[in-house]
Nanobody, 115 residues
Framework: QVQLVESGGGSVQAGGSLRLSCAASGITFNLYEMGWYRQAPGEQRELVASITSGGTIAYDDSVKGRFTISRDNAKNTMYLQMISLKSEDTRLYYC?????????WGQGTQVTVSS
């Protein structure tokens, strides 16, 4: 059974930092492209950052220079280090694992930034 479990969300003031984790099980983690997405109520889910199995990284322009995605294949875990958080970063954050037609999502972790 595939499981992606996010953790590390919470409430912080603007300018603060959080580190999200996504622990995967039931997949050959090192083969999968991994991504962080976020969604506000009533809005579409949007890609924040992604990292391929080979380590190629991409970011949405809105988080460049503030967020850092990484993965530890030995721990089957992906991370998102977030600094200089803004109120507009307030979203439910999801991790996704993708390999061809196989796509798996976590349940999400809430990030709330107060100004």
């Amino acid at each position: 059974q595939v499981q992606l479990v996010e953790s590390g969300g919470g409430s912080v003031q603007a300018g603060g930092s959080l580190r999200l984790s996504c622990a995967a099980s039931g997949i050959t983690f090192n083969l999968y492209e991994m991504g962080w997405y976020r969604q506000a109520p009533g809005e579409q889910r949007e890609l924040v950052a992604s990292i391929t199995s080979g380590g190629t990284i991409a970011y949405d322009d809105s988080v460049k220079g503030r967020f850092t995605i990484s993965r530890d294949n030995a721990k089957n875990t992906m991370y998102l280090q977030m600094i200089s958080l803004k109120s507009e970063d307030t979203r439910l954050y999801y991790c996704k694992a993708n390999l061809g037609r196989r796509q798996y999502w976590g349940q999400g972790t809430q990030v709330t930034v107060s100004s």
